[in-house]
């Protein structure tokens, strides 16, 4: 059975940072594409980045380049999110994603092409 456990969130100060961490299981990570999205409160869930099977192609959203790194160790099976410099606006719970349709070398932050999904670990910045 494929699953998706995130970890890694809490509380954490404005310009604070945090490295979310998704680990796999039921599954062979490195024939999937993972991403991860977000959804604040009262707000739709956003893709935030994604990287390729291989790892070598990522993608972000404009609101977090230059503040977020995504990367993959395939060999642990796990995904990670490092999230620098927060800011309030990125309170939200977060949640990776696995597209296995994908090439192997491109990814997209669409949640349509993912279908399987974790429950989420949340994460409040705040002072």
């Known amino acids: 059975q494929l699953q998706l456990v995130e970890s890694g969130g809490g509380l954490v100060q404005p310009g604070g940072s945090l490295r979310l961490s998704c680990a796999a299981s039921?599954?062979?990570?490195?024939?999937?594409?993972m991403g991860w999205f977000r959804q604040a409160p009262g707000k739709e869930r956003e893709g935030v980045a994604c990287?390729?099977?291989?790892?070598?192609?990522?993608v972000y959203e404009d609101f977090v380049k230059g503040r977020i790194t995504i990367s993959r160790d395939n060999a642990k099976n796990t995904v990670y999110l490092q999230m620098n410099s927060l800011e309030p606006e990125d309170t939200a719970v977060y949640y990776c994603?696995?597209?296995?349709?994908?090439?192997?070398?491109?990814?997209?932050?669409?949640?349509?092409?993912?279908?399987?999904w974790g429950q989420g670990t949340r994460v409040t910045v705040s002072s």
């Open positions: 990287i390729s099977k291989s790892g070598g192609f990522q």
């Open positions: 039921g599954f062979t990570l490195d024939d999937y594409v």
């Open positions: 994603a696995a597209a296995e349709h994908l090439d192997r070398d491109y990814c997209e932050i669409t949640r349509g092409v993912y279908d399987n």
